[in-house]
């Protein structure tokens, strides 16, 4: 299932080339050309079959948080540093895959035994944590795992039950409160665990996305380095130099319970994401409207992001050039950029569904 | 021109909303100028050298024969102001928001807002009051999440307002004489001053763009593009600035009523020196007081002009102005009109950049 294989290779930032190579194999059919930029963006045309002169762009980001290592130490241990946001306080005790030959370790530092009142009240930082491959001395850590090589969290993609719990031990309320919601599908909602659905949902959906033909020339950007500065983004949006562009994104669902009233940014079970704005741009207002109006006429569970939060490609690609109205759609999931995200198949097929639907009807928006 | 600078700033305009802005400076555009929209809400304005109608695409006649050929200048004045987000409608009917740009919390309190209306101008619409949660150390300003706006609803269902709607601060205009106080004179003042440059400008050598920006609040995000597409050989920025002649205040050597301020540096631009001494010997030729500006923190559309493409030479023309990011921002008329005057000055003749 591609969005297994996806979820479940290495990617991190600048180091994109295992998804770029599985992606390739998957849209080479299904598109008239396709092309890898010098940054290592893989861009793929599917000419329009007529009926409109705009050319829209749909872009995913294929890279993934995960950490670097930055060298050995005589007592065999590897040091680290992370590539894009990454909370320290998910890292120790993780088990991780380093590099493409996914050589096996853990993060590891001082037992609890040892740590005075202070350590044990502070969060560790990157630099006073260490990966341990087992290797007994320097040489040995520097054969399993060079400086560059990029590792991520050794998650493997799966699929669970029911949030709330399943069958009679469950908590009642819970299960009827998870199963009245939004989402929630006959049998219990369809919730799957992995690592890096930001963005591999994405990229997933506009691999799919590409066995449609529509109006307009559509150009799919599977885009490097988000993570670390939205830098590929922009790169691709330049040379192909769109008339609109919709990014396809995971974006977080915080959902912890609180005792404040506070609304999470988005929520499992409850539909496709549209961002109206966020930190890095504010949304076409057009197509905003476009995909709203789409999904509720369709009757697509849709919500909408809280506004402010986070950024993505879109950022970057709406001041390109003369500037490129530009939307993004996400599928929200839990515990992004951490070792195992949440999310509901059925938020990531309305997202399937509403970027077909309005992309259909996206020549309306941008007539003439 | 006071009652062009009221209705501008009495016009609802956040960042991502200044479609009533634009079409209120839309009407006021004279003749002599053809205005288009850029593909991210810019309105930009165009008048071909000679000053007989802009007829022409985005070169409408640079360079020509001579030492003292017409340059393509382009001017810019941000449309949006600062506001407020909606994030969530909690279960008591309550609001809790973002900020839309650069809000500070103090100007906040006890202050009203108000979201789009049916107006031709977005007024109108539902208003709010800025409300606190209780603070336990008085001697500390609450962060931002402590605020909520309070509609008079009682649950979400008879809240006028959803996620994703935005505010603007909601106050009048006030004519105090020499002295004009409103919100958003950051930047419609700005806007005035380019409306009023096109009507008193009579002919001139210089291809000129007048550009209404989008989005500079929340990253000087339209001005970018807008100068991609324009490729000037010259930009200015017409924005506000800070003062330091208010009690206890910080040192800054510009005050209200000394006149418009030359821009030497802010916290993201050096301005061209050769830019800055076209504005500094116009003031001079034309008898007109000025002030010579560095702000320490904050920045105006000229920055991103700057560095677009391949770089613009690039300077600003301030509007001191005093409680700047609160809903009663206070300029000079007398200033304003100064600013007017420099800028027809400066652009109706050759331009020779030095250095």
Redesign the interface.
Known sequence: MLLQRLSEANGVSGREEAVRAILLEEIRGRVDSCRVDRMGNLIALKKGSGGSALRVLVAAHMDEVGLVITGAEDSGVLRFATVGGIDERVLPARMVWIGERRVPGVIGMKPVHLLDKGERDRVPEARQLYIDVGASGKAEAEKLAGKGETVVFATEYRTLGSPAGTGAGGDAAAGAAAASGPGAAAGGARIVQGKAFDDRAGCALLAALLTERFPFDLVAAFTVQEEVGLRGAQVAAWAEKPDAAVVLECTGANEVPSRR???PSTRLGAGVSIT??DAS??A??RLVQLFASTAREKNIPHQ?K???IGGTDAGAI????????SITLAVPARYIHSPAALMDLSDFEAAAVLVREGLERLPRAFPG | MKDLIRSLTECFGP??HEAAVRELIRREIPRGWEARV???GSLLVHRAPGGTGGAGGRHGGTGGTGAAAGRRIMLAAHMDEIGV????V???GFV?F???GGVMQLPLLGGRVQFAGPEPNGSGGPTGVIGLEKVDDASRVPAMDKFYIDMGASSPGDCPVN??DVACFHRSFEDLGNRLVAKAMDDRIGCAVLLQVMKELDASPNDLWLVFTV?EE?GL??A???G??IEPEIALSVDVTLTGDTPECAPMAVSLGAGPAVKIKDGGMLAHAGVKDWLFSTAQSASIPCQREVLVRGTTDATAIQVSRAGVPAGCLSIPSRYTHSPSEMVDYGDVQGAVKLLVRALSEPVELHG
């Open positions: 009233d506070l609304s109206i704005r741009f504010i076409d207002p909408y809280q506004p402010n709406h001041r390109v050039r003369e500037g490129v109205p | 960042s991502g850029d593909a991210l987000v909606v994030t969530h909690d279960q008591k809790r973002g900020s839309v996620v994703g989005q929340v995000r339209g970018g593009p807008s991609f597409g």
